[in-house]
């Protein structure tokens, strides 16, 4: 058998709460970093949330983006973008914008830049995103984000103490602003799928702090004597090959996803790949740590609701 | 006592392979003869390349058109009934008359209300009467004027013969167009921005159109204009109208590309009546407010049918027919969106999810198998089990595959295996516990389960919310994750339980590898 991994499933006893005033601090900046980054640089909205045109296309030749640039520069259309794709050249993408914020108008410009372009290209995808459905699309974002949000934490604060649900409330914004501010740190464009993403990442990461808050309460009412900081260190050591093993395989799918799964997604697939390493720390440095100012004991109850029967 | 009794044994066995069953025809060579009930999961338009298009319906503009001819028979009863108003106005939401005697006002009122069923009229206390459509008549005017124009747009995709064309409302006012396979929507866009409402009118030669810009025509007459903006005055009433056309095609006339139409027994007789009495008079043929060409009549048209003469090419002659046979538009459309995948690109993104898919679930199986050996090995078949369990499901529910849906089924993939690693964990620590082989097997999955089930729900609700919330491709992400979380948690917990007891009957080990 090639066990070469055979260590992770090995029995550790690491102080994982020594190190706590350190990572709050690394914690706080990341916010407060993101949060800078976000007012100072905002997001690059795909044209799902701004509306707007966005073309794909293909040539057969390495296409000079230079002179396409000129030439659709002269066209009667704002915010122009142009950007090279993939290896070889041949693949372009273009955002553009009409002068009016009008439908009429958007439709308008697609023609026109098929005109100026010629028939020499292919042209793989036109997205067409009129300034209503635009607005729409972003209040749907929004709106989704917060009912997932709400509705996570709803779910927690019915299986776990409130101080729980707060610990995980928190972990679980840490990693969304955390991501979001790297997304617009790097510029990277934010779409509807960044949106889908970002849930995921919101599930993956209260799933982690789930597991670890579990065995959190197994174990409080396991060892009554044990002292909390011990108890919060053991519960993490205990799953902490888990943690691991199943980090690995999320970060491993997702890789390979940012990787061949085409440009199409490969915002999605980073954020994703993001997420789960934010969210894996964050289950131990945030939502966990987190619960270390609290006297867990004094509120357990050996009654709490436990609709799925726990041990 | 670690035993699973026949029945459960197989209830599992038969959820697998009714799972595999129902994935195979994703790789059947030849899908056509396959019956319906039993068939490959349905592509997204950004896998199989076509175009989906949003469209709204303009109700204010048919709204305000038809408040327009409320407000002139109001007009013409307040005249035929000698009553006097102070002033008479109208939008897109009704009509307002100011009438400042009181009697008059309770008259008016009364004969207001027979212009139209559903009609409404409310004094506001100050002299000011009301008239609009009730909230019921109102939304099923609406309703109407959305499936008219649904079936306008039917019957004009049809004509293009583009395959499975799914048409359907979305909302109020939202008609949603998806055409698999078509590469070019601009021609589809711009079949569907006409309105295409033609009609007949006779031309009045004798006013001049500098009379008519300032206003010196009567009430029987309006100013229209040609391609090139040239004025014709033309009478208001139409002689006849475009809902008559029972057909167009088109062809040729010395050489030049026309379109010949044929009116229903109705309007070949208007059409034949109004020739016949103006002969020599021009006659202007009027397509969405603009005059396409206006012949003289040299003689009368009695058989119902003619040729319309413009400045038509041969594909615009074609276009013309096609929009007069499929009809008028009851509403001005507008595209609010617009998602075209060409076929090059829905290619290679199922190239890419495809070899995405391959290397992420070779990553996992080696790291499982890296990390627990034999037990990570029986894992892989769950792991399998599950791509075929979720490609079943995704069949059987005949629900569409996007290209975020692969992703779903990737990190579904990567995220499947938590269940065994939890429920192998727990294994290792009851073995530590001083437990027996079979004991410990057990209890790793009865006290693994609640957290399993936490852990995955978490992840449900995040699905859930991303369904109701999503459109297209997002909603087709949520769809696989959602069925993701489900079938794996069957298959980590049934289907590797299967496969440890089996093993555990046979060998009867005094460890468990973990």
Redesign the interface.
Known sequence: MIRIFKWVTKDTNINFMKSTKITYAISTTLILLAVACITLKGFNFGIDFSGGILMEIKSPEVIDVDAMRDTLGKLDIDELNLQSMGEDGTEIVIRAQAKTLDEKAQMGIINQIKEALGSAYEYRRIDLVGPQVGDELKKDGVIASVIAILAITAYIWFRFEWQFAFGAIIGLIHDILVTVGLLSLFQMDFSLTTVAAILTLAGYSVNDTVVTYDRIRENLRKYKKMNQTDLLNKSINDILSRTILTGFTTLFASLALLIWGGDTLRSFAFTIFWGVIIGTYSSIYVSTAFLAFFDLRASQNEEAINPFGNA | MYKLSRSRVITILAICAAGIFFAVPNIMPNKDVLPSWWQPINLGL?LQGGSNL?L?VKLDEVLKERMGSIEDAARQIMRENRIRYKSLTSNENGVKVAIENASSRTRATNLFRKIDEGITVEDDGNGLLNIHYSDAALAQLKRKIVDQSIEIVRRRIDELGTKEPLIQSQGADRIVVQLPGL?N??YV?TLLGKTAKMSFHLVDSAARAADAKRGKLGGKYKLAYGEMGEPYVISRKPVVGGEDLVDAQPSFQEGQAVVSFRFNSHGGKKFGEATRDNIGERLAIVLDNEVISAPVIQSAIMGGSGVITGDFTVESANDLALLLRSGALPAPL?????????A??GA??IE??V???C??LA??VF????????FGLFTTVAVFMNLLLMLGVLSLMSTTLT??G??GI??T???A??AN??I??RM??EV?NGRSTRDAADAGFT?A???I??????????????F????G??RG??VT?AIGIATSMFTSVTVTRLIITAWLNKYKPTKLP?
Do not use: C, H
């Not at chain 2, 790291?367 to 034999?374: K, N, S």
């Not at chain 2, 936490?454 to 699905?463: E, F, I, P, R």
């Open positions: 950004d949003l709204e590469q929507p601009e866009k507008e595209v609010l969106e617009e998602r075209t995948v060409g090059g690109l290679d993104s890419a999810g070899t995405a898919s290397i992420g990553a996992v790291f499982m198998v890296a990390a627990y050996g034999l290209l975020p692969i992703a990737i990190l993939i990567g995220m295996v938590d690693v939890l192998f964990e290792r620590e530590k006290e389960w609640s957290t089930v936490d852990s995955n729900l978490t992840t449900l609700v995040a699905a859930i919310v991303l109701y919330f999503g459109t491709p997002v992400f949520a994750l973990i």
